[in-house]
């Protein structure tokens, strides 16, 4: 598979760069289509930054990123409200 080049006309990773060096995080927002991940990917592999990715959708909780917790019996504990 032909790797395609991202052409960076913008200056984005600069400006992503800058922010990473800052400890600032950084919100990539466009249509489909418009090398939003390609970006990303360039500036990881640019920087020597190992990339994981994950897709969210609209029905994306936060359950889905950190779990849940499950009461059981044992742990339960009710107790009188006066």
Known sequence: ME????LDWNNSNQIIKKAY?????????????T???SLVRDF???NNIKLESMNFS???RESHLIGTKTLT???LVLM???
């Open 3 to 6: 790797e395609i080049e991202y």
């Open 21 to 33: 060096e800052a400890g600032l995080f950084v919100l990539i927002i466009g249509p489909k289509g």
């Open 35 to 37: 090398g939003k991940t």
């Open 44 to 46: 990881a592999k640019n």
């Open 58 to 60: 609209l029905r994306t």
């Open 73 to 75: 019996m044992e742990q």
């Open 80 to 82: 009188k409200v006066y």
